[in-house]
């Protein structure tokens, strides 16, 4: 999942995405496309199928008639003058059978055309049985040469004591599919059939070949399959598809040529929903919850007894591939969002569970949180705090305030004293930037001063650097304890600890933000063993 969850968010990967979503459209368009030219096909070869099977019904009927009109008009003496006569006005009928016969007990005595033969015409048993149905028995392929039809071959049917010659069966012409081939067969049988017409083998094909369209485009050929409404007439007929293509290739071309426009647009569209759905605000908004929350601790190193007394929590998320996301990033859609408050209950709760655990009872530990200026509202706080307010537990919490315009003195005055007699001390973050006020430092009852990090991590010799000692005069003439963070080097720790106005120091020269077990592993490190160099860029 999370090479997975890494290409659909990675910028890095943002045209191989829009390609291969382009791919997979254009292929579901032209696997639709294919799936409509292949039913066209289908339905061209189910209608010309239709089309036999409705010429071999019509000769059904016209069988059938021509024996009904016998058995109702053959009135004569069998093979008479007269009977012979009532046979050719029988022929006569538009029924497109011309040549009648008299043949009791399946030998033909005489025909219509003919008369009497000299010699009957003894078929031996028929090659279908007569039919419950219809009562007909067949001679399929009989040589016609005893009715003087030389070197002609047909189809007897009798009925009772009459016969007639069936004409041939063929497959109609028409205006076919390139390739198209058809078959037709004759039911002999409960699973016996017998070629009629048309490209022998088609049938047994016919009846194991899959007989959906679609499935007909992976094998290149489209197999159709029917019989008549008396199961005695089939038609089996294939297609390849290639043939048919090739008739149509600048159609084919037009079509691929809209498919690709088409994938183009619904790919954009739906890269957009991707993109949209695992945006960062999107996935970080689903994800807004304990479990995809990381805090570290930063130590605050005391300078007056060169001990760790303190740390900051510093909130990570967690993103969807494992990767862990920096505040600058995600702090600004808590604020967009409203979840300022929740995030701040977030944190605490999962810093009580951290250091609760990790900590040593008996060491009092200040814990500093920031808080956003618009949740400076002391009974909320108390409230998301007082886990770690709890009697018993060794924590004293510190929450650090950024002044901003948001902020009305009056009102963070009020706000701060509430707090204060709660337990929770206040410091001033980032001061020296932004909307850092001396006026602010001087009236509101705060507990400390944070330096902003940008003084301490200036470049030597710089206009901030040589401010440096101007702000540390600042704060130290206003009384408050003084946070310098952003101590970035031991030169410039050492002195901070000459100067001897500074009280507490936070930054990489010191330790980096710490998981809860290392933090926990440089407490140890810190308090019982050698000054921790290794730590300070661990």
């Known amino acids: 999942m999370g090479r997975f969850a890494t290409f659909l968010i990675s910028g890095t990967h943002g045209r191989l995405r829009r390609s291969l979503v382009w791919l997979a459209v254009f292929m579901v368009l032209l696997g639709g496309a294919g799936w409509i030219a292949a039913e066209q096909v289908s339905q061209s070869m189910r209608a010309e199928i239709g089309r036999s099977l409705a010429t071999y019904g019509t000769l059904r009927n ?6 009904d009109a016998m058995d109702e008009g053959l009135t004569a003496a069998p093979c008479s003058e007269a009977f012979l006569g009532e046979m050719r006005r029988i022929a006569f009928l538009p029924h497109g059978i011309s040549e009648l016969l008299y043949m009791p007990e399946g030998s033909v005595v005489c025909a219509g055309n003919e008369g009497w033969l ?42 009772g004591d009459y016969g007639l010659v ?3 069966q063929f497959i109609p012409s028409g205006d076919k599919p390139a390739g198209f081939e058809e078959e037709l067969v004759y039911r002999v049988g409960p699973d016996l059939w017998r070629h009629r ?10 009846l194991v070949a899959p007989q959906q369209a679609v499935l007909g485009l992976f094998q290149g050929v489209i197999h159709q399959y029917a019989c008549d409404s008396a199961e005695e007439h089939c038609v089996a007929a294939r297609a390849p598809l290639l043939p048919i293509a090739m008739q149509r290739l600048a159609a084919i071309a037009l079509v691929l040529a809209v498919l690709a426009v088409l994938a183009a647009w619904l790919a954009q569209q739906i890269c957009g929903v991707i993109e949209r759905h695992w945006s960062f605000e ?8 304990k479990d995809a929350l990381v805090c570290v601790y930063q130590p605050l190193l005391n300078l007056r007894s060169g001990r760790i007394t303190g740390c900051e929590v510093l909130a990570r998320w967690r993103d969807v591939d494992g990767s862990i996301v920096l505040p600058d990033r ?18 605490a ?6 250091l609760a655990r990790n900590l040593p009872g008996d060491l009092r530990f200040q814990v500093n949180f920031n808080i956003f200026p618009r949740d400076l509202d002391a009974a909320r706080l108390v409230a998301i705090f007082a886990p770690l307010l709890a009697p018993g537990l060794p924590f004293e919490v510190v929450v650090e305030l950024v002044e901003t315009a948001e902020v009305e003195p009056a009102t963070a005055q009020i706000e701060i004293e509430k707090l204060r007699k709660a337990g929770i001390g206040v410091y001033i973050d980032d001061f020296g930037a932004g909307y850092s006020s001396m006026h602010n430092l001087a009236v509101l009852p705060i507990d400390g001063v944070k330096l902003d990090r940008s003084f301490a991590m200036a470049p030597e010799h710089s206009v901030m650097a040589r401010m440096l000692d101007h702000a540390i005069e600042l704060v130290h003439a206003s009384g408050h304890p003084l946070v310098v963070e952003g101590v970035e080097t031991q030169q410039r720790l050492d002195a901070l600890k000459a100067g001897g106005r500074v009280d507490f120091a936070q930054g990489y020269g010191i330790s980096r933000p710490l998981t809860i077990e290392a933090f926990a592993a440089f407490l140890a490190e810190y308090e019982f063993g050698p000054h921790p160099t290794s730590r300070r860029a661990a």
């Open 118 to 159: 000299e010699t009957p015409m003894d078929l031996g048993p028929p090659d279908i049985a007569a039919s419950d149905q219809f009562g007909i028995a067949l001679w399929l392929g009989r040589s016609l040469a005893p009715l003087g039809l030389d070197n002609l071959t047909g189809t007897i049917a009798r009925r």
């Open 166 to 168: 069936a004409p041939p």
């Open 282 to 289: 999107a996935r970080f908004l689903r994800r807004f919850d």
């Open 197 to 206: 017409a048309g490209t022998e083998g088609l049938h047994e094909a016919a």
């Open 349 to 354: 709760a999962r810093t009580h569970k951290d």
């Open 62 to 67: 016209n069988i059938v008639a021509i024996f």
């Open 330 to 347: 995600f702090l600004p859609i808590v604020e967009q969002h409203g979840l300022t408050e929740r995030f701040t209950a977030m944190v």
